[in-house]
Nanobody, 126 residues
Framework: QVQLVESGGGLVQAGGSLRLSCVAS????????MGWFRQAPGKEREFQAG????????YYADSVKGRFTISRDNAKNTVYLQMNSLKPEDTAVYYC???????????????????WGQGTQVTVSS
């Protein structure tokens, strides 16, 4: 079992920045690929960023490329999402998720993730 706890959300003005953190516990963090997703009211949960177990590979949704950066510190069992140049349309609940890597792992598909955090609210005012 893996427990994920996000933090770092809040209210920020458009153009501002936030850094989300997600701390994992329970099993070997370095075996998992990690993802950040978000869900706005009335919308489906959507992929934002993913990172490989070794942090050698990163993946982003087109809407956040160049603005968001995912990283991880395996020594601290933590994955981060640095969000810059925030826009009102970035307002959502942000979730981190973990899946144990296998040859069929798909970073973009939420159904492949086994563990989820409780979410942290990000609100961007115009």
């Amino acid at each position: 079992q893996v427990q994920l706890v996000e933090s770092g959300g809040g209210l920020v003005q458009a153009g501002g920045s936030l850094r989300l953190s997600c701390v994992a516990s329970g099993r070997t963090f370095r075996r998992f690929i990690m993802g950040w997703f978000r869900q706005a009211p009335g919308k489906e949960r959507e992929f934002q960023a993913g990172i490989s177990a070794s942090a050698g590979m990163t993946y982003y949704a087109d809407s956040v490329k160049g603005r968001f950066t995912i990283s991880r510190d395996n020594a601290k069992n933590t994955v981060y999402l640095q969000m810059n140049s925030l826009k009102p349309e970035d307002t959502a609940v942000y979730y981190c998720a973990a899946q144990e890597y296998n040859s069929r792992s798909n970073y973009y598909d939420s159904s492949g993730y086994d563990y989820w955090g409780q979410g942290t609210q990000v609100t961007v005012s115009s």
